[in-house]
């Protein structure tokens, strides 16, 4: 069999590609909602003059389907599987061989951490479990918290986005300069009064967030960031 890995680290940084894989997708996942959401937002043009939009109102849906949550659980997935990954090449490195039952342990207290986690370590020397014991979230390390929250919902099958917040601006060329607005959706509207195409500019706000009201796209962001300067400070281990 051919062996694809020529560093101990490389199956922990293909997760990491992965994951950021994953997150471009759902990136674009999300523009393109908000795409949908500009071009079905209902407004009028007033019929006074400057002739402003008015009655601008919701789109008839989200256009958040059930692909976002999916993609959120492959994210996490690789993250942790990056960070399991990376106690097991600890394992091999410090005890000289494979162990089984290896994992990366994310505990709430230091007893915790003492019992259950490490027996999740087996093989690793005190130094290496002293590092990972310093990214535990009862030492103040938040982004693992966020990671073993969201890796539990997903294992429920409850990580999907709860929400969103949505803010809505429709621009039209009777009321001001559209060539400064960027970022905006181009649009046709029909004049009030004389019936012909008035050009506008809609722009839209949209942020998807979980059932805690938290936002999703930033905290992935940190936490992909996270475990990668996670595996660049193993590194020199491995040297």
């Given amino acids: 069999m ?8 490389d199956g922990c940084r293909e997760r990491v590609r992965r994951a950021e894989e994953h997150l471009s997708e759902l990136e674009r996942e999300v523009a393109s909602m908000i795409e949908k959401q ?3 937002l209902p407004f009028d043009l007033d019929i006074k003059p400057p002739h402003p939009a008015i009655n601008v109102g919701q789109p008839p849906e989200t ?6 949550g999916t993609l959120v659980g492959e994210i996490i997935y690789n993250c942790r599987c990056a960070l399991d990954y990376l106690v097991y090449a600890l394992a091999v490195l410090d005890s000289g061989t494979p162990q089984e039952n290896t994992q990366f342990p994310i505990m ?4 915790d951490f003492t019992g259950r986690g490490k027996a999740m370590l087996v093989g690793i020397n005190d ?9 535990q979230p009862y030492n103040g390390c938040d982004w693992t918290r966020r990671l073993r929250d969201l890796s539990n919902m997903d294992k429920h099958r409850h990580l999907v986005p709860g929400g969103g917040i949505m803010q809505a601006t429709v621009y039209s ?3 001001t300069d559209l060539s400064w607005i960027h970022g905006a959706f181009d649009r ?7 019936g012909k195409n008035v050009h506008v500019k809609v722009h839209v706000a949209s942020e998807i967030l979980f059932a805690d009201r938290t936002p999703v796209i930033q905290p992935l962001h940190e936490i992909k960031t996270s475990v990668a300067d996670t595996l660049r400070q193993f590194e020199p281990d491995f040297q």
């Fill in 188 to 194: 046709k509207a029909r004049h009030p009064i004389t």
């Fill in 108 to 111: 709430e207290t230091a007893k």
């Fill in 38 to 40: 500009a071009y079905s």
């Fill in 63 to 68: 256009f958040a389907g059930v692909r976002l």
């Fill in 127 to 135: 130094a290496h479990v002293a590092a990972i014991e310093r990214l």
């Fill in 173 to 175: 060329e009777l009321t």
């Fill in 2 to 9: 051919v062996n694809y890995f020529k560093h101990p680290l």
